[in-house]
């Protein structure tokens, strides 16, 4: 949990990405790629369906 006021930051490594995607509640994350502005892309597996995610750089999880 963050602080009011306080920025988040994406993970800097494959390892601390596939925690927080974990964290949101997908599992079986793999194919983790990182981007030239710090995001992370990734299949996982959520209710039982896989779905790609994309972890910003405020460390929010969105589907695509």
Known sequence: MT???VPRT???TASSA???????GYTGAKSLTRDPAGNWSAKAVKNN???AVVLDTTGDIREQ
């Open 3 to 5: 602080s009011p006021g």
């Open 49 to 51: 369906q896989e779905v």
């Open 18 to 24: 596939n925690g927080a995607i974990a964290a949101k």
């Open 10 to 12: 994406a993970p800097t």
